[in-house]
């Protein structure tokens, strides 16, 4: 069966009429995108700090203004640290920023079993990925189980737009999951820390200075959510290993 070709385009931010950067984006679900990344990077501590947000996809442009108090030229003078993979991602975090964040202190706890269940409706739910192939997709699990997904050509900018989601309609760190289709780099794991989640997932691996971080921060990370492959690398214990040997869960 023959798929599309994934798309990417360039889409410029600005903030406050000044250009941060520009992205490589799939244009889905860009107002998403843009409140998580927008978050993410500190720039915003919640929605009601946007004044308003445009997206201009036919010209390739996102202008968002935020509140008195933001300092636009002060927070471009921070260095950016252009992020491993796809999607062109730029931080202007770097590690020791990340360190400073509010470690986590969520208690709830979930069967490893039930990571992967939701692992395999996740995939089945990456609707692009299935249409296209190549694309990443970040998902959020709340506490019933339902699920949120978001696509993007870079697994960066998913987790962006799945965060994003979450920004916009003020839901809690504390009653969701996140999943994503991506390695989970420093960055990846500094994006779910400044939101707060609990438990991160991925269906491939995490860096040593990922789960280094996470220790830190008190986030369950785990990795090669595939069955018997499953990895839980830190020890927080959110994840309760419930497979003896690790069976596939379909």
């Known amino acids: 069966m023959n798929k599309t070709c994934p798309e990417e385009y360039p889409i410029t931010l600005i903030v406050n009429d000044k250009e941060i950067a520009t992205f490589q984006l799939t244009k889905a679900d860009l107002e998403d995108w843009a409140i998580g990344y927008l978050y993410s990077e500190g ?39 252009f992020t491993a993979g796809c ?7 770097s590690m020791s920023d990340v360190k400073k964040f509010k470690k986590v202190r969520i208690q709830s706890r979930v069967p490893l079993s039930y990571l992967l269940r939701k692992r395999n409706q996740f995939a089945k739910s990456c609707e692009m990925y299935l249409e296209s192939g190549g694309m990443h997709g970040a998902c959020l699990i709340d506490s019933q189980g339902n699920l949120t ?36 780099s420093y960055e990846m794991l500094a ?23 996470a220790n830190f921060l008190q986030i ?31």
Do not use: P, W
């Open 220 to 250: 369950e990370v785990v990795g090669y959510l595939r069955g018997r492959m499953t990895m839980i690398y830190t020890t927080c214990d959110r994840v309760v290993d419930d497979l003896s040997d690790h069976q596939a869960i379909m």
């Open 149 to 184: 997904v978001r696509e993007d050509i870079g697994r960066h900018n998913a987790v962006d737009k799945a965060i994003g989601y979450a920004v916009r309609n003020r839901l809690k760190a504390e009653e969701f999951i996140l999943l994503t289709t991506g390695r989970i």
């Open 43 to 81: 720039i915003i501590h919640s929605v009601d700090d946007l004044d308003h947000l445009t997206v201009k996809e036919d010209q390739g442009m996102i202008k968002a203004k935020i509140t008195a108090g933001f300092d636009v030229d002060q927070f471009l003078e921070k260095q950016r640290n």
């Open 87 to 93: 999607g062109k991602g730029v931080t202007f975090f």
């Open 191 to 213: 994006k779910a820390a400044r939101f707060g989640f609990g438990i991160v997932g991925s269906r491939t691996a995490a860096t040593k200075q990922a789960i280094q971080l």
